[in-house]
């Protein structure tokens, strides 16, 4: 299994175009790492390999077909900002299960404390927010994780435990990573692959 894009080209409206002619792709079971600068176009780019956004130009495919326009999408993407990724309307329990139902292993593995479920977004912390947003892109479908700076907001210790979980769950299903980030060390060490988005962009 392989996600590719081809020739993505992107810009904001009438914007500067931001990503130009992009080609790379992330086979299952590998790790890539994707750093650049701030404000290259990386989070950018990893909205428009999770579905998020559509490319102004190009396609992206997962095993040479469009990605699903309904229905669990098997790219997930962890944002930057969790925040920003929950329904502010919806109690932390049901948008934990929108997609499947992970169990309380996982949940306490994520050290998610099952009161939070009966929660709004708005009452936890940004870094407690994140560990649903990880454990909800777990699902059994999912074939590729965008992480887009998955753990920056995270203690140390807690960004250790993410890890250790994303990178199992990846091992053990033969998931496809591509982790966007500044921390080129956080890349090493847990990439098998690192591509630099100012070498890959043909703007
Ligand atoms: N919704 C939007 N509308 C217009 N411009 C946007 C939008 N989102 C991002 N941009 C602009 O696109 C550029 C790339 O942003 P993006 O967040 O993709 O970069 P990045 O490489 O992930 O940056 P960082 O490393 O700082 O997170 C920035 O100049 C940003 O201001």
Redesign the pocket.
């Known amino acids: 299994m392989r996600l590719e894009a081809q020739q993505i080209s992107f810009r ?1 409206g009438k ?1 500067a175009w ?1 990503l130009k002619d992009i080609n790379l792709s992330v086979a299952q079971g590998e790790r890539v790492g994707l750093v ?1 600068p ?7 780019l990893a909205q428009i390999l999770s579905g998020y956004i559509r490319p102004t130009r190009g396609k992206v495919l997962i095993d040479g077909s469009p990605l699903p326009d309904s229905g669990y999408c098997p790219v997930q993407l962890i944002y ?1 900002h969790p925040e920003k990724a929950l329904n502010p309307r919806r109690k932390l329990g049901d948008s934990l299960r929108e997609g499947w139902a992970p169990d309380d292993q996982l949940l306490a593995a994520m050290g998610i404390e099952r009161e939070w479920l009966g929660r709004w977004p708005n009452e936890l912390s940004g870094g407690e927010l994140q560990r649903f947003c990880v454990a909800r892109a777990l699902g059994p479908q999912t074939r590729f994780l965008l992480a887009d ?1 998955m753990s920056t907001m995270l203690d140390v210790i807690t960004q250790a435990q993410i890890w250790d979980i994303v990178l199992k769950a990846v091992e053990e299903r033969q998931m496809g990573l591509l982790a966007v980030t ?1 921390n080129r060390a956080l890349a090493e060490r847990v990439c098998t692959r690192i591509i630099d988005l100012e070498e890959l962009n043909n703007c």
Do not use: D, N
């Open positions: 904001y914007a931001l650049g701030s404000g290259y176009g990386k989070s950018t930057q700076e500044h």
